[in-house]
């Protein structure tokens, strides 16, 4: 099984949202742009958001296991996906690459 990177890419926060419909809450977040993890065996790194792992968890799974050329062409590098979380309010996306194996 494949070793699949994990990238934090962007972070974008609705601000407006927020006021308008979100509780205020003490822990939002804890993901940081440019934060990475290492996937082995297709399983969430102990540090990694759970929620977000429910939505990358598929993507991780197929590339480790050797798919590629997701939705027919949507990546440069059809050993990759762009895939972000389900948070409404402050949504990461996460860049997924299949690591080179050594020789």
């Known amino acids: 099984m494949k070793k699949i990177r994990i990238t934090a890419l ?6 407006d949202l927020i006021q308008k ?3 205020p809450i003490q822990h939002a ?3 940081l ?15 990694f958001c759970q929620s977000a792992w ?21 990546m ?4 990759s996906a762009l895939i972000s979380c389900n948070d409404g309010f ?5 860049l997924l690459e299949v690591m080179e194996e050594k020789a």
């Open 21 to 23: 419909y979100e509780n």
């Open 90 to 94: 402050r949504p990461v996306s996460f």
């Open 76 to 79: 440069k590098d059809s050993r």
């Open 54 to 74: 429910q939505n990358l968890y598929p993507y991780v799974f197929a590339l480790a296991h050797g798919a590629t050329d997701f939705f027919d062409g949507w």
């Open 33 to 47: 742009e440019g934060q990475t993890w290492i996937v082995s065996n297709a399983l969430c790194p102990s540090d």
């Open 10 to 15: 962007k972070q974008t926060i609705y601000t």
């Open 29 to 31: 977040c804890p993901i």
